[in-house]
């Protein structure tokens, strides 16, 4: 499975912006998708993640101002980031997994958000 992020940038406090993740390969629809973030000097942390059907979840820190979509094909992972805040500043990456606790499996390269 490989993973191709899109998106991100810099953007003001209040704003919003809209990350993209294309997952290729023969397998790649039957897995679970998400987004984990890492800032300098922090955790890495798990920000949301979205399997077929209505299974999702989202991290405490997002929960209200992003959401996390797949299309028909289970292959397109969008997740829009609304109400940003400094503390979202971070390289995310998409990630893939067999289940939505287990999105470790395959990794994309990463795609910088910045807030100021």
């Known amino acids: 499975v490989q993973l191709v992020e899109s998106g991100g940038g810099s953007v003001q406090a209040g704003g919003s912006l809209r990350l993209s993740c294309a997952a290729s390969?023969?397998?790649?629809?039957?897995?679970?998708l998400g987004w984990v973030r890492q800032a300098p000097g922090k955790e890495r942390e798990e920000v949301a993640a979205?399997?077929?059907?209505?299974?999702?979840k989202y991290a405490d820190s997002v929960k209200g101002r992003f959401t996390v979509s797949k299309d028909v094909t289970q292959r397109i992972l969008t997740l829009r980031m609304n109400s940003l805040k400094p503390e979202d500043t971070a390289m995310y990456y998409c990630?893939?997994?067999?289940?939505?606790?287990?999105?470790?499996?395959?990794w994309g390269q990463g795609t910088q958000v910045t807030v100021s």
């Open positions: 990630a893939a997994g067999p289940t939505i606790d287990t999105i470790t499996s395959y």
């Open positions: 390969g023969a397998t790649a629809s039957s897995y679970c």
């Open positions: 979205k399997c077929s059907g209505d299974i999702s």
